[in-house]
Structure formats: structure tokens, C-alpha cells
């Protein structure tokens, strides 16, 4: 969270108001969310996982919002990459972590990264930290080749939504393909998982600076 900027609300292209800040600082962020940012789209997701809850309350596990899901979708991938058993003996291969993981997914990354405005703001302040190293470089004042950065995925995906390689709209859209076992139409569009890393390499060959960047989920 160290390169997420000071709380703001903004408006959306839509209209509507998006909050561009962690549940961490403001606890009052998810009334917000539910109240302001959720769209049709995102009710519409709700009203269809509508068997998919109940199949989670069939075994005990009753959810009753949107945050709830995916907060739950949240243990479930960790409890999975972890090699713990997973709540309600849940299946790893079924539609319901299927459907569990996408909505983990999926309304995190609208929440914060829907709206142009939230993708710009919050990928400056990491961007301006690494074009630092690169502008340094660039001008011979310093000697390093190698810099590593250990962070959540949120700071994953302010890089790779600010690109538009993973966005809320490619998530739903390769969803969809997935159910009806289709090939994804944008394959490169991946949450970061456990594990996943961005590199940046720098090249300034004839004074041309070119960076290349690769994703690993």
C-alpha cells in the first residue's frame, strides 16, 4: 500500500462517484462501494451468482454482499496456494471456485481501477518511482543493474491496468469464454496470483532508451 495516494473520490465517465483509496485508511470505503460504484453490471454479476451462493450456503457459508463474496474469494485463493482444505470441501476444479474467484477478482478491480481517472492516479506515484531509476540510468549517475520490489498485487495491477493488459472488462469477457469452455479472447488478461511478477528491463543502446516489459501470472 506504500505507493497508493492520499484518499479521493473522483467521477467516473459514467457519472457516478468512485473511491480511490484501501479499506485499510477509510472504513467506511465498502458502504461507499456498494452504495456508489456498483453498476448495472456489477448487480447484474450478484443476481447470477445467485446459485452459486446458495451452494455455498447449502454448506454453511452464507454470503450476503458483493464484499462478502469477495473477501470469501479472497481466503479461498490463498487457503488453495497454500495447501490448506478449502471451506465446504470446495473443489477446486469447479464452477463454483470458478465463479468464487472471478467475483474476487472481477469487483476488486472494478471497485479500483474502473474509471480512467482511478487507473491514472493511482499508478503515478510507482511509476514516477521506477522512471526515476530509469532517467538515472539513462543519464550514467547511477551504477545499478538490478532493482527488485516486493509488493501486494495491487501495485501489480496499477501497472498492468494502467496498460490495459488486465482491466475489469477482459476479466469478465474471458469469464464468460471459460463457462462456455471457449478460448479466452485476451489471453494475456490474468489476475495476479500468488507468485506474480512484472520486469521492466531497460535498454539504452545508441541513446535510445527502450523498455520491455513482461508479465508472469
Known amino acids: 500500500g506504500g505507493f497508493i495516494p492520499i484518499a ?12 480511490l483509496e484501501p479499506t485499510q485508511i ?8 456498494l452504495e456508489n460504484v456498483l453498476g448495472d453490471e456489477s448487480i447484474q454479476l450478484w443476481r447470477d451468482l445467485a446459485p452459486t451462493r446458495q451452494a455455498l450456503k447449502d454448506v454453511g457459508i452464507d454470503i450476503n454482499n458483493p464484499y462478502a463474496l ?10 488453495y496456494y497454500d495447501g490448506r482444505p478449502l471451506p465446504g470441501n470446495i473443489d477446486p476444479n469447479s464452477e463454483v471456485y470458478l465463479n ?15 474509471a480512467v481517472q482511478q487507473r491514472q492516479l493511482l499508478s503515478v506515484p510507482l511509476y514516477n518511482y521506477i522512471f526515476d531509476y530509469f532517467d538515472r540510468k539513462a543519464a550514467g549517475t547511477t551504477d545499478l543493474e538490478f532493482m527488485f ?20 472488462d477482459c476479466l469478465m469477457d474471458n469469464y464468460h469464454a471459460e463457462l462456455s469452455g471457449g478460448e479466452k479472447p485476451h489471453p494475456n488478461c490474468n489476475y495476479t496470483e500468488f507468485a ?3 520486469i521492466l528491463e531497460f535498454y539504452n543502446n545508441s541513446g535510445s532508451p527502450t523498455v520491455v516489459f513482461k508479465y508472469n501470472n
Open 8 to 19: 479521493a473520490d473522483t467521477t467516473s465517465d459514467e457519472g457516478g462517484v468512485t473511491l
Open 26 to 33: 477509510c472504513f467506511n470505503l465498502i458502504d461507499d462501494i
Open 70 to 79: 469477495g473477501t470469501f474469494g479472497d481466503a479461498l485463493v490463498c487457503d
Open 100 to 114: 468464487v474467484t472471478f467475483a474476487r477478482n472481477w469487483y476488486f478491480t472494478e471497485a479500483l481501477w474502473g
Open 149 to 168: 520490489l516486493s509488493t501486494a498485487e495491487t501495485n501489480l495491477i496499477d501497472l498492468l491496468a494502467t496498460l490495459n493488459i488486465m482491466t475489469a
Open 196 to 198: 506474480s511478477s512484472v
